[in-house]
Every structure is written in C-alpha cells, then in structure tokens.
C-alpha cells in the first residue's frame, strides 16, 4: 500500500466515526391526502362527505343546504362552518392532538381563506406604511402574497402530520402562460399548493358523468393524466380501502410547561432564534405548542445538556 493510500487510514486511527442514520427503504403507507380543484357545482363537496366519517371545515357555509345536511347526517359528520383561517388552523391542531374518531378531514374550500388572509395582508402594509390598499406598490413583487404563503405551508404542513385522510378542495381558474390563455384550468390558491400533495385531482363534468384528472401524482394506483370514476367507490379500490377507513391516531402535543421549559433554556443558552427555528422545523412545527410532547421532551434534553456542557468549560 502507498503512502498515499495509508494516509487516510492513519487519520482514521483514534476517532470515534458517527453512526450513519440510513435505514433500507421500506413501504410506508400513508393517509390518503388529496388536493381536489373544479368549478363550482361540479360535485366536489357531494363526493368528499362520501369518504369515512368526515370532519368538515365549510369556508363558504355551502354544506348548510339540505342536501348536503342529509349527507353530512348519514356519514355521522360534524360541520364546522368559519371563513377565519385562524379558527381552521386551531381546529386542525385541535384533531391532531385530541382522540376522536373521525377518519376523514375536509377542507371545502381553501380559496376563500387563502383570499382572506390576502385582503388582511394588503390592509395591514397599507395601514403600517400609510398607503390606500389600491396603492402599486403594496403588491408590487408579490409582497402581500409572503405572509399568507407562509400561513398555507404552516396549515399544511400541520395537515400531513394528521393520521387522517385529507380533502382539501379550491376553486378553478383559467391557466395563462406568456399572458396567454391555455385552455385549461388551474386551482386557485396558493401557486405551489400542489408541491405538498401526492395527487392532485381535477373533476370536470362529461355529459352526466363527473370523472377527475389525475394532474399530480406519486401514487401508483393514480396515472399521471388518467380519467377516472370521481367517486369514493373508486378512489378507495386504488388506494386500499382499508387504509381509508382505519381509525385515526391522535398524536400527544407539549404540554405549557414543557413549552415554558423550552422557552426558558433557550434565554439561558441565549441561542439564536434561526437556531431555534431550525429546530422546531425538525420537530415538524411551527411553534414549540405544535410539537409532539416527545420531541419536546428530548428538546429540553438536549437544552440541559448544552447547558451541562457549558458549565464544564
């Protein structure tokens, strides 16, 4: 051997390697979540209230109809009818952090929500920099769409950690390209809403029949651009009814005084607060109230390490 190719050995020799953290892949099956957009009327909410003992969250009060009352009755669904985005964030954290048995949440429909939390962006610049709410520049570069971006990504984020299947439906609109029309529709929300979804499903009606286009998918019983049958009936045989009827698993969050304890250790330390964001990111919240009550709990373990540590030195 070289001395070349001895010399990496040699600087091997006494130090303690880290532990690789890759794992061989497994399957994991997860909760059906779907991104569902259409026009209006087309029969998206009728299909969603369809799916196994659903939570409906009402942005537009459209479930108060009879006919869908009758529906919402025979599923033994709960209604929940708010335009407040804040009210649905809470209800969501509420679901995943208490027991219950519902198996199916439906958000119907998030446009209007994402729309609201717009208008109180636009008026709060308007009102901090003293401007009329029509005035260029409040929207210039998209500005007024940062906060409400980030609001969606924190719902959804706290969505895809619910062990429930997931609907959440937007209004169509009109795809442009090079200020051009396209001929196609589009979901009218949040422009990177489709990147956190496995499918994405459009429902267009053809004659009598209602079908849905898979626009986006990651899941092998759903084709990219395939035409299928826009019923529970066939959405739940290609993707296993037996997961989409599962009993939910509630998950226990932090309790105040873990979150108190976080708080106080992070003064002690003086960490950073782009440090403690990045460690609530992987905690998978977005405040330390959000986290499962175990990566609290090893979150302060950590904290009083470091503080051990310091008191060594």
Known sequence: MGELSRRPLELLKGIEMAQLRGKKPEEIVKRFKCLLFGESGIG?????????????IDAEQGCQEKEYVDLLRESDARLLATSDFDEVYQEVLSLLGTRHDFKTLVID?????????????????????????????ITAFGRHKQVP???????ISLILRLDMNVIITT???????????TGKNIFDCFSKLDYMFDLVLEVQKRGKDRVCIVKKTRLAGFPDGEAIPFSY??????????WMEKNAE????????QVEEINRLLTVLNIPAEDAEKWMDRAGASSWGEAEKEKAEKMIGFLKGKIEKEAVK
């Open 44 to 56: 998206k909410t009728t299909t969603a209230i369809h799916f196994p003992r659903p939570y409906v």
């Open 109 to 137: 429909p998030l446009t209007p929500l994402y729309n609201d939390l717009i208008l109180k962006s636009i008026r709060k610049i308007a009102r901090t920099e003293r401007l009329e709410e029509d005035n260029a520049s």
């Open 149 to 155: 971006d980030r609001r969606i990504k924190e719902l």
């Open 171 to 181: 209004h169509a609109k009109a795809e442009w390209r090079s200020g051009e029309p």
């Open 233 to 242: 009936a066939e959405i739940s045989k290609r993707y296993g009814k037996e």
């Open 250 to 257: 509630s998950r226990e969050l932090s309790t105040p005084e």
